[in-house]
């Protein structure tokens, strides 16, 4: 539960290196359950970083062909 306390303080890059680490170690495992677990956590990390740089670029829509 480490990394979900960076994640509320906003550090999500050293979040994403304790979901990577705990990755490593299921695969080394065969722990699927923790694969996914790691996996799951990390695409939410994911989406919170793209909803704070969508927020921080303008949307543009796409040229018309």
């Known amino acids: 539960q480490m990394a979900y306390i960076f994640v509320t303080r906003g550090d999500l890059d050293q ?3 304790l979901y990577q680490q705990s ?12 694969k996914s677990a790691a996996l ?10 793209g909803s704070k740089q969508q927020q921080a670029v303008p949307f543009r829509p796409a040229p018309k062909p």
Not at 23 to 34: T, W
Not at 40 to 49: D, K, T, W, Y
């Open 15 to 17: 979040a994403i290196q």
């Open 23 to 34: 990755l490593a170690i299921s695969e080394q495992l065969g722990d699927h359950k923790g």
């Open 40 to 49: 799951h956590q990390m695409a939410g990390i994911f989406v919170i970083a």
